[in-house]
């Protein structure tokens, strides 16, 4: 049974950088076509996805925030850690990670962790 | 970045009834393999995302036969057969051809 949960602070302040980790287990992050992503949803908003990282550590990023965003891998902790610099108020949000299945061209998410609220306030 | 419009954005149903959520993307999603990267999620209340449909027309395990995923072109539909008040929540389609992977607006079905 595949299992991810998301872990970080509830609160950090305008400007600081926040650090958020995806702990899994059922699945290893050195199987092909495993990845892990990340998806946020501001309160009372629609979903929007953030960063991906494969079994063979490529990385994507949402192009408008690729410049604030690192995903990482640490494959003997299973945990998948992304850190976003610089955050905003606007960046309130449940942070969501997820299991993707990836064969070749097709995948999805399945399943997604419960999610954490982060809120960032002064 | 590849647009994903959904509608409608409120669909109150009766229990019983057929629903229907439209998905439409800004251009086509058929990857180099024929298949329709277009995915279908269900968001209950005050819970997480779960899989109900991947690749245009596929159920994810578990998810009940009355619900079906159908493409024509750029277009994508969910269908619900006979509506349960299991079935409440908001549904996002999500496209899967490239990244940025982008969602729709979520359509919140409610039993009337």
């Known amino acids: 049974q595949i299992t991810v949960k998301e872990s970080g602070p509830p609160l950090v302040k305008p400007t600081q950088t926040l650090t958020l980790t995806c702990t899994f287990s059922g699945f290893s992050l050195t199987t092909t076509g495993v990845a892990v992503g990340w998806i946020r949803q501001p309160p009372g908003k629609a979903l929007e996805w953030l960063a991906l990282?494969?079994?063979?550590?490529?990385?994507r990023y949402r192009p408008s925030l690729k410049s604030r965003l690192t995903i990482t891998k640490d494959t003997s902790k299973n945990q998948v850690v992304l850190t976003m610099t610089n955050m905003d108020p606007v960046d309130t949000a449940t942070y969501y990670c997820a299991h993707r299945t990836q064969y070749g061209a097709k995948g999805w998410f399945d399943p997604w962790g419960p999610g954490t609220l982060v809120t960032v306030s002064s | 970045d590849i647009v994903v419009t959904q509608s409608p954005l409120s669909l109150p149903v009766t229990p019983g009834e057929s629903a229907s959520i439209s998905c439409r993307s800004s251009q086509s999603l058929v990857n180099s393999n024929g298949y329709n990267c277009l995915d279908w999620y269900l968001q209950k209340p005050g819970q997480s995302p779960q899989l109900l449909i991947y690749l245009g027309s596929n159920r994810a395990s578990g998810v009940p036969d009355r619900l079906s995923g159908s493409a024509s072109g750029t277009d994508f539909t969910l269908k619900i057969s006979r509506v349960e008040a299991e079935d409440v929540g908001v549904y996002y389609c999500m496209q899967a051809l490239q990244t940025p992977y982008t969602f729709g607006q979520g359509t919140k079905l409610e039993i009337k």
């Open positions: 990282i494969f079994w063979d550590d490529d990385k």
